[in-house]
């Protein structure tokens, strides 16, 4: 076998193309857009390469048949907020071969250790960790956009070699129509009768005053948690109009009391039921099948993204009255008949004991893997939050 850096644009193209020949017996995945894994390694668009680090590798076998690939990273931001000093590696792809990803686990090691980092997370991402984040070990169904899918065999391949759980990540489902515990209309019909309080789906002609108010209930719900740091109003507009060509207005909700904004509900189509019949690419003739997909909303599935409550406003019923209306919403109106939330770590009770509080089943379980370099030394998870 041959591990080699990607320097080339052979390599490059290996690296792009290799999932396809892993993944084409597998009927469940979906095919990312080539652009959105290239930005993730370009200088110029990944704006974590201002205060880090990456590189790939591509293994070849001996006829010269790519049949792995890895990347690693080092983001300075947060390596040094650990117990020990900790890189990332992710983008794994591999055949069933413990040598081969052992292999590549290795070099990874290697490269890392010479940042002055004494631990690696995988698979996770050169950026946010709402992409390409975890390993799926349950719920083996298509990934929603930029999640990570995997055979079942990498779990293997992962804890072989030593990889300990981090902590694990829950995504929960629930059919739209299906109806909810009864506390939730308990509560929305008593908070109705409450003038003071209204809830309300985003409208597109308002854009950014809508981007105003989630900035302002993010920064009082969220930026403190977990040591999150506020957002600026120039980079939640700039998130708005990124987000608008697929936004769906009527499935974007809004709390306010006394006009003020306290509690925020982001959902989007699920995108990789419009990209899975993109093959990966996303030029202008798919542009404008995306933007006929749109239009004709075809798309029954919701994915949710976000979710707050300012402080103050929380244990209210606030969050009954937000997601009762939005459900009444989309059933009138036969928006969507599925809604799956992106992942919540298991760190995380509080939010755990919300999503499973409106009578949502498990989908998936994805898990974040830490491998110390000295392997003395004990292993601690992710601290409960």
């Known amino acids: 076998m041959n591990l080699v850096e990607v320097v080339t644009d052979k390599h490059r193209k290996d690296f792009l193309l290799l999932p396809v020949s892993i993944y084409k017996e597998e009927p469940n995945w979906i095919r990312p857009l080539n652009k959105d894994i290239e930005e993730v390694f370009d200088r110029k668009k990944n704006k974590f390469f201002r205060h880090g ?29 650990e117990e020990q000093p900790t890189g990332g590696i992710g983008f794994f792809e591999c055949v069933n071969d413990r040598a081969a990803a052992h292999l590549m686990f290795d070099r990874c090691k290697e490269w890392l250790q010479q940042k002055g980092m004494e631990a690696m997370d995988g698979p996770v991402n050169f950026g946010e960790r709402d992409s390409w984040w975890g390993l799926i ?108 060509p697929v936004m769906d207005e009527e499935a974007i909700w809004f709390v306010y009391y006394k ?12 995108l990789n039921q419009y990209f899975k019949k993109f093959n990966g690419k996303f030029g202008l003739i ?71 509080g409106l009578g949502t089943k498990r989908s998936r379980v994805l898990r974040t893997y830490r491998y110390l370099f000295d392997r003395t030394k004990e292993f601690h998870r992710h601290p409960i939050l």
């Open 286 to 356: 798919e542009k404008l099948r995306l933007l006929w997909m749109l239009k004709r909303k075809v798309n029954r599935k919701l994915i949710g993204l976000v979710f707050g409550i300012v402080p103050e406003h929380q244990g209210k019923g606030v969050d009954a009255l937000m997601i009762v209306a939005g459900q009444k919403h989309f059933v009138e109106e036969n928006l969507y008949d599925d809604f799956e939330m992106q992942w919540i770590g298991d760190f995380n009770p509080k939010m755990i004991g919300i999503a499973e």
């Open 259 to 270: 006009d003020e904004p306290i509690a925020m509900w982001i959902n989007l189509p699920d």
């Open 53 to 81: 680090d990456c590189t790939r590798f591509v293994l070849y076998d001996e006829n010269g048949k790519p049949i792995g690939r890895i990347a690693a990273f080092v983001n300075e931001r947060t390596a040094k907020k």
């Open 137 to 244: 070990t349950e719920g083996f169904h298509s990934p929603q956009y930029k999640m990570n899918y995997n055979l079942p065999y990498y779990k293997d391949l992962f804890e072989s070699y030593g990889f300990q759980t981090y902590f694990e990540q829950w995504c929960y489902s629930l059919r739209i129509a299906d109806r909810l515990q009864e506390k939730f209309y308990r509560r929305y019909e008593d908070l109705k009768k409450n003038p003071e309080y209204r809830a309300e789906h985003l409208r597109k002609k308002n854009l950014l005053k809508y981007a105003d108010d989630f900035c302002t209930i993010y920064n009082k719900a969220w930026a403190k948690h977990g040591g999150g740091k506020e957002l600026e109003r120039k980079q939640v507009h700039g998130f708005f109009r990124k987000m608008k």
